[in-house]
Nanobody, 124 residues
Framework: QVQLVESGGGLVQAGGSLRLSCAASGRTFSGYTMGWFRQAPGKEREFVGT????????SFADSVKGRFSIFNDNAKNMLYLQMNSLKPEDTAVYYC?????????????????WGQGTQVTVSS
């Protein structure tokens, strides 16, 4: 069975950095699109970035472009979200997700597999 497990969340001050990890298991993810999403209190789950597992164009939401990056470790089936220059507005539960043949899918409904989420809190 496919399982995605996020880790690495925590409390950081504005301007700081944090790296989130997503351990992906249950299958090989070649051909899959990985996604990072976040959900703040009272808001809908929103797109953060997409990452084609086997290579391709990485996409980001305008709100995080230039501050966040995504990379993977294929041998370990790990996906990472590097977050720099964090802002209080980045505070949310962050989720990794996976789906096959999605391209640059930015809607959460397009992803079949989801992790449990990890909390990121950015203080002023």
């Amino acid at each position: 069975q496919v399982q995605l497990v996020e880790s690495g969340g925590g409390l950081v001050q504005a301007g700081g950095s944090l790296r989130l990890s997503c351990a992906a298991s249950g299958r090989t993810f070649s051909g899959y699109t990985m996604g990072w999403f976040r959900q703040a209190p009272g808001k809908e789950r929103e797109f953060v970035g997409t990452f084609p597992w086997s290579g391709g164009i990485i996409s980001f939401a305008d709100s995080v472009k230039g501050r966040f990056s995504i990379f993977n470790d294929n041998a370990k089936n790990m996906l990472y979200l590097q977050m720099n220059s964090l802002k209080p507005e980045d505070t949310a539960v962050y989720y990794c997700a996976a789906g096959y043949g999605l391209g640059r899918q930015i809607s959460p409904t397009g992803y079949a597999y989801w992790g449990q989420g990890t909390q990121v809190t950015v203080s002023s």
